[in-house]
T-cell receptor, first 112, second 115 residues
């Protein structure tokens, strides 16, 4: 287990389609985060899981967004009815301490 | 006003120079301060971590936190072309029953070190 794995690395989709991303955290990490990063900006918090419980959601996470972490292992982030404004890098991170996170390489979404 | 402010640059320096990167913040509840390095099309990589005020050194990197001024810095000595990347500061409030540990990031500063 060498780090946080995200799939796919790139996704191009047509506006209105649904997309789902997957994150496999470091196995012993109980905390999992999703962030979104647009060009020239820092990552913005979307949602947080402690084990399987989703404990916080940003107001950035509209009704079209849903995230799950069944059994406290991998996590999925789904975007329904994608819009061009959803184009961004979606980053997953995991942690088991206060000493920062380990990020994955992200999934780059392009909505055309 | 953003909670965390960071000059986006770009910052261009010659190889061997000392680089100073800075962030200011407004939320006095922040207790955990981090610097991440991000290469193009990659996820952020944790460089330095500091709890509360003070200095921390790791090789060519030194992180400083001045909570009284709400100001943090990252210094890179003997900069190398491989240091060329975007540097992101990030902060988190003190832990507690309602604190999820989410990070608030600055915009990132793009650094180019020229050979």
């Amino acid at each position: 287990d060498t780090g946080v794995s995200q799939n796919p690395r790139h996704k191009i989709t047509k506006r209105g389609q649904n997309v789902t991303f997957r994150c496999d955290p470091i196995s012993e990490h109980n905390r999992l985060y999703w962030y979104r990063q647009t060009l020239g900006q820092g990552p913005e918090f979307l949602t947080y899981f402690q084990n399987e419980a989703q404990l916080e959601k940003s107001r950035l996470l509209s009704d079209r967004f849903s995230a799950e972490r069944p059994k406290g292992s991998f996590s999925t982030l789904e975007i329904q009815r994608t819009e061009q404004g959803d184009s961004a890098m979606y980053l997953c991170a995991s942690s088991n301490s206060d000493y920062g996170y380990t990020f994955g390489s992200g999934t780059r979404l392009t909505v055309v | 006003q953003k909670e965390v402010e960071q000059d986006p640059g770009p910052l261009s320096v010659p190889e061997g120079a000392i680089v100073s990167l800075n962030c200011t913040y407004s939320n006095s509840a922040f207790q955990y301060f981090m610097w991440y390095r991000q290469y193009s099309r990659k996820g952020p990589e944790l460089l330095m971590y500091t709890y509360s005020s003070g200095n921390k050194e790791d090789g060519r990197f030194t992180a400083q936190v001045d909570k009284s001024s709400k100001y943090i810095s990252l210094f890179i000595r003997d900069s190398q072309p491989s240091d060329s990347a975007t540097y992101l500061c990030a902060m988190s409030a003190r832990r507690g029953s309602s604190n999820t540990g989410k990070l608030i990031f600055g915009q990132g500063t793009t650094l180019q070190v020229k050979p």
